[in-house]
């Protein structure tokens, strides 16, 4: 079955600064690529996702970019704000609508 | 749309008792999960459903869990007996075919 890893596990930046969180999977079937951001005691919200047939996409500070070729995509957030600390999750399936497997989360800190 | 709705927001039980978890899916929504949140192994896929019917449940712990959706608007995940190692949040979650997840608010479970 499908495997996703993700880095790193906690980042730690200044407000102003970049963030970017990179995750690799395992199955070339997989087409479809989520992101959700996890605040403390919340359920996972859904803040971006990527399908297999486009290399980029954006919505205002975050990005997401897919390399289906190596198997990674990545998460970049500019202009980090307090209020984006949270846990970040990606995700792989092959379609949307369907199981997602997940990867391990990354804690973000954007210290003010 | 009130969301993915689940109860109860907390439970706390003793070991060896019955614990029942409930879930009530978007309307219109032909897809539910359910998936276990713990700090070692992040969130975990249990069983999910499509019309109703049980598509992959490999990742059912063991027999003691169980799960069922005996119509569109209803789901239920039953542990028993439970033990204190199925302590975590079990998280619903529902889409349509080719569509976006969205996650209930979860389901705090304490077994002491």
């Known amino acids: 079955g499908e495997n996703v890893e993700q880095h790193p596990s906690t980042l730690s930046v200044q407000e102003g600064d970049s963030a970017v969180i990179k995750c690799t999977y395992s199955d070339s079937a997989s087409n479809y690529f989520p992101w959700y951001k996890q605040e403390l005691g919340k359920r996972p919200q859904l803040i971006i996702d990527i399908r297999s047939n486009v290399g980029e996409k954006k919505d205002q500070r975050i990005a997401v970019t897919l390399n289906k070729t190596a198997k990674h995509f990545s998460l970049h957030i500019t202009e980090t704000q307090p209020e984006d600390s949270a846990v970040y999750f990606c995700a792989a399936s092959k379609t949307s609508g369907s199981r997602l497997t997940f990867g391990e989360g990354t804690q973000l800190t954007v210290n003010p | 749309d009130a969301g993915v709705i689940q109860s109860p927001r907390h439970e706390v039980t003793e070991m060896g008792q019955e614990v029942t978890l409930r879930c009530k899916p978007i309307s219109g929504h032909n897809s539910l999960f359910w998936y276990r949140q713990t700090m070692m192994r992040g969130l975990e896929l249990l069983i999910y459903f499509n019309n109703n019917v049980p598509i992959d449940d490999s990742g059912m712990p063991e027999d003691r869990f169980s799960a069922k959706m005996p119509n569109a608007s209803f789901s239920t995940l039953k542990i028993q007996p439970s033990e204190p190692r199925d302590s975590a949040v079990y998280f619903c979650?529902?889409?349509?075919?080719?569509?976006?997840?969205?996650f209930g608010s979860g389901t705090q479970l304490s077994v002491l």
């Open positions: 979650a529902s889409a349509r075919t080719d569509e976006k997840l969205f």
